[in-house]
């Protein structure tokens, strides 16, 4: 079970960044995926999830209404789209998958496989 993030990258304030989340065919089949990220100097944070059966998607109160959480079956790839950045988002960002349904999973211990990260930074 592999999980490759990617997409990072430096970005201007107000700008716009999609990183992907490449998986493979049994990650993908988990119950749910979700996104993380940890700033320099502070814990790993919840940023969006999505379930598949039944769907449900969860995103931490920092984004709502900027990122977007996706998915694409067909490719085994997660998405997700970053829009009005803020230099507060600066930070690697990590997906990761979930083997096991939950109601929720905002909380880093719903997760089993995880990728490797990708660098955001957003330059005020």
């Known amino acids: 079970v592999q999980l490759q993030a990617s997409g990072g990258g430096l970005v201007q304030a107000g700008g716009s960044l999609r990183l992907s989340c490449a998986a493979s065919g049994r990650a993908f089949s988990s119950y749910a995926m979700g996104w993380f990220r940890q700033a320099p100097g502070k814990e790993r944070e919840f940023v969006a999830a999505?379930?598949?059966?039944?769907?449900?998607?969860l995103y931490a109160d920092s984004v709502k209404g900027r990122f977007t959480i996706s998915s694409d079956n067909a490719k085994n790839t997660m998405y997700l789209q970053m829009n009005s950045l803020k230099p507060e988002d600066t930070a690697v960002y990590y997906c990761?998958?979930?083997?096991?349904?939950?109601?929720?999973?905002?909380?880093?211990?719903?997760?089993?496989?995880w990728g490797q990260g990708t660098q955001v930074t957003v330059s005020s």
């Open positions: 999505i379930r598949w059966s039944p769907s449900r998607i």
């Open positions: 990761a998958a979930a083997s096991k349904y939950s109601a929720t999973y905002y909380t880093i211990g719903k997760y089993d496989y």
